[in-house]
Nanobody
């Protein structure tokens, strides 16, 4: 049972990245998925979330209009398309799966650095 993120990189301000999170070992299509990020010394924050069937999405105000969360249940994968990246988007990005109150799982994280 795991979530594996990829796609983190060093990118210049204004650039784009797409993060991927591949799930295995559980029924991916039954879980709501989300992306969170954390800067060292600060609390982890929600970036974007998507419902199990993909019909509902939510975004932090700081990323609305720039980031898009999506999922492909046939591939057990959730994505985060990040456009017009800013230096304040620099963080470790984590994938999170949740179903109900007890079933949850975190990925190991992928580093995104926005710098010129």
């Amino acid at each position: 049972v795991q979530l594996v993120e990829s796609g983190g990189d060093l990118v210049q301000p204004g650039g784009s990245l797409r993060l991927s999170c591949v799930a295995s070992g559980f029924t991916f299509s039954s879980y709501d998925m989300s992306w969170h990020r954390q800067v060292r010394g600060k609390e982890r924050e929600l970036v974007a979330a998507i419902s199990s069937a993909g019909g509902t999405t939510n975004y932090a105000d700081s990323v609305k209009g720039r980031f898009t969360i999506s999922r492909d249940n046939a591939k057990n994968t959730v994505y985060l398309q990040m456009n017009n990246l800013k230096s304040e988007d620099t963080a470790v990005y984590y994938c999170y799966a949740r179903r109900g109150a007890r079933n949850e799982l975190w990925g190991q994280g992928t580093q995104v650095t926005v710098s010129s």
